[in-house]
């Protein structure tokens, strides 16, 4: 089943506003039906009543001191009909318009139209009879008759026609409207859980901290709980923070006092192990850094600031080597990122190419399918493509540099996956290595 709620809505109005219309066009035609058959049935009474008010009895023969005024009567198949059948065997008394058809009982159906017998008429149609017994006062007994008078069937069933077409067109008219109301009022029912969600997302990408209370009052309560939860998971953050720092400093005077002890060792094992206690210290931060990254991906970070100061901090440092920064980034590409995490990651690839570049270094970041993709190119004499995999991870160098620990191109790699990026490396145009960044976008509030 669908979890969509505009789809349980519209579905639950199309059957609540189909059952209503079935129900309101049985009973509105039920009602007009009972109502045409009435005003049938009062008439079919007026007439029989008018004719045995007319019936005179002479010598024990019914007579007919004149019939009713309704020219259909006279006129052949005329479409109104009567009939006195005496009981005594005196052939009926008949209206012209039955021609030389003789009504009675036995030419009567077994089904009932609207509480009227049906028989075949002088016309080979159908006609609804009514049969009414009535006994007159003759001397010392009572002379019986019956007395039947019918209308054509098509007559009723256009009528009832005439109703049911625009009854039909009133109840599709009306089904339409009121569905164009519920999905309406679906619509802008559900207007304030999509604000919400908007809502939500401009936090997710830093444009705001908490939910406006704004709204309809049954939302209120879910607004109250999320900016609840994010006041929380805002004092858990600065909580984390706060204890990766006491960590940080905490390992930072064992380190101190081991760097001092073993002073005393021989050269070579001094060197050792003064290496093996800076790759515990790089390798410590690295942990601390890894223990807080991600957890501002609620903060929106310009790419071109980051990169161009680290660019100048660069620039500054290796001013002797005179190499060529060139730099292309467009001013408006966003990333959800704290700026912390996106220094580093894109510090450690300009460090890199600086360390290696002989006299040009390109970076050049675009926007493509919803993903930055930020590429650090050099000249140097760049990586066997054997390597790249092994580079990357931690503890591994690009060079045979024994002083490196190899954990920049790994941070850096960490760092964008922790955001939903990638890092990945190839040969550049220039001849040396590139770094390929990729991090999800974000458009600029």
């Not at 318009?97 to 009932?112: G, I, Q, V």
């Not at 006062?137 to 069933?157: C, I, L, P, W």
């Not at 790419?303 to 060529?324: C, E, M």
Request: glycine share 8%.
């Amino acid at each position: 089943m669908t979890r969509s709620l505009r789809f349980r809505l519209a579905t639950g109005a199309l059957i609540a506003i189909a059952v209503a219309l079935s129900l309101a066009w049985f009973v509105l035609g039920h009602l007009f039906e009972d109502y045409v058959a009435d005003q049938y049935a009062n008439e079919m009474t007026s007439v029989s009543d008018a004719l045995a008010a007319r019936i005179t009895i002479e010598k024990g023969q019914l007579s007919l001191t004149g019939g009713p005024s309704d020219p259909r009567f006279q006129i052949p198949v005329g479409g109104r009909y009567w009939q006195i059948s005496p009981d005594n065997g005196q052939a009926p008394l008949r209206s012209n318009s039955l021609w030389d058809l003789e009504l009675s009982r036995a030419l009567f159906s077994k089904d009932l139209y609207c509480g009227f017998h049906q028989a075949e008429g002088p016309d080979g149609n159908s006609i609804l009879i009514t049969a009414k017994d009535i006994s007159v006062a003759d001397g010392d007994g009572q002379q019986r008759f019956t007395v039947y008078t019918a209308f054509s069937k098509n007559e009723m069933e256009e009528a009832l026609a005439n109703y049911h077409r625009p009854l039909l067109l009133m109840l599709v008219a009306t089904g339409a409207l009121l569905l164009l109301g519920a999905f309406l009022q679906g619509f802008l029912g559900l207007r304030p859980l999509v604000r919400l969600r908007q809502d939500v997302a401009d936090i997710r990408a830093g444009h705001s901290t908490n939910i406006g209370s704004a709204g309809p009052s049954e939302v209120t309560p879910l607004v109250n709980e999320i900016n609840l939860l994010l006041s929380e998971r805002e004092t858990a953050v600065e909580r984390a923070r706060a204890r990766a720092s006491d960590l940080a400093h905490g390992l930072k005077t064992p380190l101190t006092v081991l760097s001092h002890l073993v002073e005393d060792l021989p050269e070579r094992q001094r060197q050792t192990a003064l290496q093996q206690i800076e790759l515990v210290r790089q390798r410590a931060d690295r942990q601390l850094q890894a223990a807080r990254m991600g957890v501002e991906q609620m903060t929106t970070t310009s790419l071109l600031p980051i990169s161009g100061k680290l660019v100048k901090v660069l620039s500054a440092a290796i001013r002797d080597r005179d190499i060529t920064w060139d730099m292309n980034i467009d001013p408006g590409l966003m990333v959800p990122a704290d700026p912390a995490d996106l220094a580093e990651a894109i510090g450690n690839l300009l460090d890199n190419a600086a360390r290696f570049a002989r006299k040009r270094i390109e970076i050049n970041a675009l926007e493509s399918g919803g993903t930055i993709i930020l590429r650090v190119a050099d000249d140097g004499p760049g990586v066997d493509p054997e390597r790249y995999a092994a580079v990357l991870k931690r503890g591994v160098s690009d060079t045979d540099d024994t002083t490196s620990s190899g954990l920049g191109l790994a941070i850096s790699g960490d760092i964008a996956t922790a955001y939903g990026g990638e890092l990945s490396l190839g040969r550049s145009r220039l001849g040396g290595l590139e770094a390929i960044l990729t991090l999800p976008a974000i458009s600029a509030p």
